[in-house]
């Protein structure tokens, strides 16, 4: 998708002109499309004294943040085990031979952010101080980088922390493990952390999933495993479900008992397994899934078994997200 940020002052390329200050509004929209990028990494907000309108002063706090932070994000940051997320890479969106290569200041990545932006390995006048005036080719590039910084693809578990148990319907039971007998099944329901709870809202928001979005299944014994995203509020600290009820405390009943009638839950795919070896869903499904969660739909996912045997089978799972930033704003 096309990425159009808004910025105030700005010619037909989105840049300001060597004839132009520098202006307060500029640095603000600066510091809030850095900020925007702080929170999908999981971090808080960052407060950037602006100063005085033609002050060099935030700019380079600015550019630490992009070059150090931002694009080097720190995964594992929320805890859980496995740590979430696994894994943060801003992916490069131009439409060229590098596209969707891993973006990152010099090396460590397939595209050089500074290679791209002014054929260095730094910024335009790298050691700014506070008693230099902000030139246009300082804010442009700033602007640029934020432009690139657009495109990326998380990694996060899904934590199967409990389950939903036929035999014992009003019971919560574990989770990590799916059965089907043919006459009575347990499924393993969990979340991913694709949002953070507090305001402003920390982690994936304001984007378009992508159809390269994946998630992966792993099971330890053959068999055939259905997906779906759940619909219904569950609480996974003090109120487990059961397979009769979403909401025990409040005597919630599922639509259907164990969780997948078409108000409970969306199907998103059925994988074949093989032991060991991971299972990859992908495709407008699993986009449309993703996008009901970025657009503020409950992060959870139900597995269950579909065909039939005996054993009791231990699964794992994460969801790979790739997105576009929507615009605005920036």
């Not at 409970?264 to 009901?292: C, H, I, K, M, W």
Request: some cysteine.
């Amino acid at each position: 998708m096309s990425y159009t940020p808004a910025w105030t002052n700005a010619d037909a390329q989105g840049r300001v002109t060597n004839q132009q200050w520098i202006g307060l509004c500029d640095v603000q929209e600066l510091a809030e499309a850095v900020n925007r990028r702080r929170r999908l990494v999981y971090l808080s907000e960052q407060s950037f004294d602006a100063a005085e309108m033609i002050s060099v002063a935030p700019l380079p706090a600015l550019r630490e943040q992009i070059a150090d932070t931002i694009l080097l994000p720190a995964a594992g940051g929320l805890g859980g085990e496995p740590p979430t997320p696994e894994a943060m890479a801003w992916l490069w969106p131009v439409a060229d031979e590098n596209e969707n290569g891993v973006l990152a200041p010099n090396e460590g990545g397939d595209v050089s952010l500074f290679e791209q932006l002014n054929g260095t390995s730094d910024w335009t006048d790298a050691s700014l101080s506070a008693g230099d005036f902000a030139e246009a080719v300082h804010a442009n590039e700033l602007r640029q980088a934020v432009e690139w910084i657009s495109r990326g693809r998380w990694t996060l578990p899904i934590y199967f922390t409990t389950g939903l148990f036929s035999l014992l319907p009003d019971t919560p039971w574990m989770g990590e493990a799916i059965g089907n007998n043919g006459s009575a099944e347990l499924r393993s329901v969990g979340y991913a952390v694709f949002r953070a709870a507090g305001s402003p809202i920390r982690g994936l928001t304001g984007a378009t999933a992508r159809a390269s979005s994946q998630i992966e299944i792993t099971a330890d014994t053959p068999c055939q495993v259905e997906v779906y995203r759940v619909k219904r509020p569950i609480d996974f600290a003090v109120n487990l479900p059961t397979w009769n009820e979403y909401n025990p405390g409040a005597s919630l009943a599922w639509q259907t008992p164990g969780g997948t009638g078409p108000d409970d839950a969306a199907y998103v795919g059925t994988l074949n397994l093989s032991a060991g070896v991971p299972g990859t869903l992908t495709g407008e499904a699993v986009r449309q899934a993703f996008q009901a969660v970025l657009d503020g739909a409950n992060q959870f996912f139900l597995l269950r078994r579909s065909d039939t045997g005996y054993p009791t089978i231990y699964v794992s799972g994460r969801v790979v997200v790739e997105f576009d930033l929507s615009t605005p704003p920036n």
